[in-house]
C-alpha cells in the first residue's frame, strides 16, 4: 500500500516552514550566510537571522568564524557532502530558471537516498495557480518522478533487493507492489521518461528526466511539476525536449565543458 499522498496542512505556519527549509538546506549543502538564507526563502535578513539564530539555540546549526551557518549536531547525519550536493544544485539552478521562464510551469532538482527522494532545488513559475517550492522536502522515491527515473536505472534484482520484506518488516503500509514498480520502470527505462498524476500530491502532474554524470551514471533526476486542470497530454513531447535539453545543459555544466 502506498503512502497518502502529501499535502500542505491547512493551518501551515511559515515561521516553522521556512525553519524546516534551512535545517534540510544546512543539512544538504553545508554553509549558508544570513543573505544567502534571505535569498533562499524570499524573506527578509532579519526574519532569516532570527530563524538562524533559534536553529543554533536548538543545535541544528553552528556558527562559525566567518559568520557562516552550518549543520549542527542534530543535524550531523547528511548523506551528501557539501561539495557534492551544492556543486549540482549551484550547477543546476540557471537553467531551471532559464526554462521556467519559457515554459511558466515550475522545477523540481531530485536527489535520491535509498527509498527516499529529496528535493534540492526548486524553481516555481509565475502563474497564481502553480506548484509551489518543493525544495527541502523528502518523499518515497517510487512516488515522485524524479525518484522513478532514479530508479529506473537500477536492475530488477536491485529494486527487489532496496524494497525488500526485510528492509520494510516495521512499515509495511510504505512498501509499493513491486510487480506494479516493475511494469512502470520498465516503461520509463522504454521512453526515457517519467510521468506522474496525483501519485505524492493530489492534483499535480510532473514529468521527469534524468541528469547523468561525465561516466554516463544518473545522478539526479529533473521534473516539471504542474496542477493537473493544466495538463495536455498533447504537449508531453515538447516538455520532455525541453527537460531532455535542460538537463543535458547542467550535464555538461557539471562535466566543466559547459559554456
Not at 142 to 157: F, I, K, P, R, Y
Amino acid at each position: 500500500m502506498n503512502r497518502q499522498a502529501k499535502e500542505r496542512p491547512p493551518y501551515a505556519i511559515s515561521s516553522v516552514d521556512h525553519a524546516l527549509r534551512l535545517a534540510a538546506i544546512l543539512q544538504l549543502e553545508g554553509g549558508l550566510s544570513v543573505t544567502e538564507a534571505a535569498e533562499r526563502l524570499n524573506v527578509a535578513r532579519s526574519t532569516a537571522h532570527r530563524l538562524l539564530s533559534m536553529l543554533v539555540y536548538r543545535d541544528f546549526a553552528v556558527q562559525n568564524e566567518k559568520r557562516e551557518y552550518h549543520a549542527g549536531p542534530v543535524l550531523q547525519i547528511a548523506v551528501h557532502s557539501k561539495s557534492e550536493t551544492s556543486r549540482l544544485r549551484a550547477a543546476a539552478f540557471s537553467h531551471m530558471a532559464a526554462m521556467v521562464d519559457d515554459v511558466d510551469e515550475s522545477l523540481n532538482l531530485i536527489i535520491r537516498t535509498g527509498d527516499t527522494a529529496r528535493f534540492i532545488a526548486s524553481v516555481e513559475c509565475t502563474q497564481e495557480l502553480r506548484v509551489g517550492t518543493r525544495e527541502g522536502m523528502a518523499f518515497p522515491t517510487h512516488l515522485v518522478t524524479g525518484g522513478l527515473v532514479l530508479l529506473a536505472q537500477l536492475n530488477s534484482e536491485q529494486v527487489e533487493s532496496l524494497y525488500s520484506m526485510d528492509r520494510f518488516s516495521d512499515r509495511l503500509d510504505q512498501r509499493p507492489d513491486l510487480e506494479r514498480l516493475h511494469r512502470d520502470l520498465q516503461r520509463i527505462r522504454k521512453q526515457g521518461f517519467a510521468v506522474t498524476q496525483g501519485l505524492a500530491e493530489r492534483g499535480v502532474v510532473a514529468i521527469g528526466v534524468p541528469i547523468r554524470n561525465r561516466v554516463g551514471v544518473a545522478i539526479a533526476g529533473l521534473s516539471m511539476s504542474m496542477p493537473s486542470v493544466r495538463f495536455d497530454p498533447v504537449h508531453i513531447p515538447e516538455w520532455v525536449a525541453g527537460l531532455r535539453a535542460t538537463a543535458h545543459a547542467i550535464e555538461l555544466e557539471i562535466s566543466g565543458t559547459g559554456p
